[in-house]
């Protein structure tokens, strides 16, 4: 018999504030062919189909609502945005990206970089499908280093004009999303006025008109098959010569008058090119968003699967489901409270972006938000790449099937690493957020910051010891936060004191940097992972129904159990734990392992992703392409709340492949 914990339907608070937002939009996918997965058609008529979707969606009166509540900057778009998007990326990466160019990206650009004149030109017939944009910064030459882009836009007085030039092959626009789709790029280039570089701006370019036909001194090339996202056409722009009108110039930081003088509220090219990047920030939240999209739907499938595929079994009986083994918990459930963190983060992240946005606060100014969503993108599309990898190995030879989708979520996820910023170079500046933090509490007299440095290290240490642990429990809630709080605070301040030996040795700024890079990928996950851990606890204290808390809580321990038994190696090395207490952590982790399965059917429920987007017949969605891997949906029995193998067979169970 099941448990009644285990028979209760999940409310809609895992779903979200906009559970009622994503349920429409749910419902406009869930019976339209135009949305059913396909996976025996060429990469052009593929790029068309995600078009088609993209423009559908697009349509939506939900859609056409969101826009509108962008340009009257509503409290509250950036989370609703952020709903959208894990709605559309479940059901087709491919035109979550593409919408993401198509409008978030160039329309973002348009309305964070832009004045009025520009929304009116450039957004508002975005909104009612008059065209769709693209967003141009990356080069070949420049992917990370956006600052030092070599695209050049000089200014002519004469005609009033900039001119657009690709002046060498590493100044090339790579990756264009909807490059061989779109009709406007949102061009970032370097202004030049006579001989003078004025940094980097961004441009609007038309690249081709209604019929498809490029403008002049526009060239398009298709980079052709890629790994994943095949339905987003990317192409490389190169420009020679093309002329542009002075109003082009997305001026909201600087202007360029009509003869030629340029003015800008600030002076710093450097600080200028720091507050248009971070006008930019929420599109970066939207991949960390997109991330937990896809490990929902793998997990789904995944978990799904193993409640129904049966393998061996106790002596002559039956045998049993897979989700049965401990192995396999120790792989999914962890997973399934990763995924389960990121998300209260994510949310975390777009209510603190909603606030800053709603009150017209200048994000450059907001450095540690910047950092938050720059390490959540990298820890969550890090961390989505594994789950998917996990899952597939769960799923056996059907998880290597393209029908099942996982495959095809992996390829699709893998570029997520390394476009939208490279996740090792986003750690970095999560940690140089962390160290300027750090040091405004220090002042400016190196001697004197050595000392407070030492002095806070011997109070955090006597403050946070394995002594001082011992009054706590280490498996609480509130003993993990404080162990992950003790190794951010002490992984800084080792790298703050580094960084102080070597520069005051005379070492160079940017070599002593370099020799504590792999310092600071660890400190910046770790900071991430304890915002995790501190917003899914905030989320078990919301939640207002008891039993669906008390399960919530559980994955919460889960999740922060296994982020400090999978570095258990440093705790040990520092005197933080004891081997007893690593061994109290083994422990938690096995029976959270077994107990929070008990409930994973219930949390991929409460994701609400619609059977079109899990599509994965081996998850209980029957398949007409192919009927020979259909495993029937779970019943309503929990199998694992006994080894009773006959209470187990609520349905047929399949063992063969």
Not at 17 to 30: A, G, S, V
Not at 158 to 183: H, S
Not at 272 to 282: G, I, P, Y
């Amino acid at each position: 018999m099941a448990s009644d914990v285990q028979k209760v339907k999940p409310s809609r608070y895992i779903d979200g504030e906009f559970w009622e937002l994503k349920d429409r939009l749910r419902k406009e996918i869930e019976d339209n062919d135009l949305f059913r997965q396909r996976f025996d058609i060429t990469v052009d008529e593929l790029r068309e189909l995600t078009l088609k979707r993209a423009k559908f969606l697009l349509s939506l009166p939900q859609i056409r609502q969101q826009f509108a509540d962008q340009l009257a900057n509503k409290k509250g778009f950036i989370s609703s945005s952020q709903a959208i998007g894990e709605v559309f990326s479940s059901v087709d990466m491919s035109v979550g990206v593409k919408m993401g160019v198509m409008a978030w990206l160039f329309g973002g650009a348009v309305m964070n970089l832009g004045s009025e004149q520009h929304v009116v030109k450039w957004f508002q017939p975005l909104k009612d499908l008059e065209f769709t944009g693209m967003f141009a910064m990356s080069e070949k030459g420049h992917g990370s280093n956006v600052r030092n882009i070599l695209t050049e836009a000089h200014y002519d007085s004469k005609m009033q004009e900039f001119i657009i030039t690709t002046p060498c092959e590493d100044a090339q626009k790579f990756y264009i999303g909807n490059a061989l789709q779109g009709n406007y790029a949102a061009v970032f280039a370097q202004l030049i006025i006579g001989q003078e570089s004025k940094g980097p701006h961004c441009f609007i370019v038309p690249i081709r008109d209604a019929e498809g036909n490029l403008y002049p001194g526009v060239n398009v090339t298709d980079m052709g098959l890629k790994e994943g996202l095949n339905g987003v056409d990317n192409g490389i722009l190169h420009f020679t010569g093309a002329r542009i009108p002075r109003e082009n110039l997305l001026n909201r930081f600087a202007d360029v008058s009509a003869e030629g003088v340029y003015t800008t509220s600030i002076s710093s090219h450097n600080a200028r090119f720091n507050a248009m990047l971070a006008a930019l920030v929420a599109t970066r939240l939207a991949l960390s968003n997109q991330a937990t999209a896809s490990m929902k739907v793998a997990l789904e499938i995944a978990i799904r699967y193993a409640f129904k595929r049966v393998q061996f079994g106790p002596g002559d009986g039956p045998e049993v489901p897979i989700m049965h083994y401990q192995t396999h918990q120790l792989r999914l459930m962890p997973n399934l409270a990763t995924c389960l963190a990121v998300t209260f983060a994510n949310r975390y992240a777009a209510d603190m972006l909603d606030d800053d946005f709603f009150h017209k606060r200048d994000l450059v100014d907001n450095r540690s938000i910047q950092a938050l969503i720059s390490g959540l993108k990298a820890y969550a599309t890090w961390e989505n790449l594994q789950c998917l990898q996990t899952c597939r190995e769960c799923c056996g030879g059907m998880g290597y099937m393209s029908e099942n989708r996982i495959a095809g979520l992996k390829q699709d996820c893998d570029v997520f690493v390394t476009f939208e910023g490279d996740n090792t170079v986003l750690y970095q500046q999560v940690v140089k957020e962390l160290l300027a933090v750090f040091g405004q509490k220090l002042g400016d007299n190196r001697v004197l910051q050595t000392l407070s440095v030492l002095q806070q290290e011997t109070a955090e240490y006597i403050k946070t010891s394995m002594f001082a642990v011992g009054t706590e429990s280490v498996i609480s809630a509130s003993g993990m936060m404080k162990a992950l709080s003790f190794r951010e605070g002490r992984m800084l301040r080792k790298l703050a004191g580094r960084m102080l030996k070597k520069v005051g040795d005379g070492e160079e700024g940017f070599q002593a940097w370099n020799s504590c890079l792999h310092h600071t990928q660890a400190l910046a996950k770790c900071h991430i992972q304890r915002v995790c851990l501190e917003q899914f606890v905030a989320a078990v204290d919301r939640c207002p129904h008891q039993q669906e808390k008390d399960i919530l809580n559980k994955f919460c321990l889960l999740y922060g159990t296994h982020a400090l038994y999978t570095d258990r190696a440093w705790y040990l090395e520092h005197g933080y734990y004891t081997p007893a207490n690593t061994k109290d952590l083994r422990q938690q982790l096995l029976s959270l392992c077994a107990e929070t399965c008990k409930h994973a059917l219930f949390i991929v429920e409460a994701f609400r992703t619609p059977r079109i987007s899990v599509h994965a017949p081996i998850a209980g969605v029957p398949s007409t392409k192919a009927p020979w891997a259909y495993y029937p949906e779970p019943g309503t029995e929990n199998p694992l709340v006994a080894i009773d193998v006959d209470a187990i067979r609520t349905t047929p169970l399949q063992s063969k492949l």
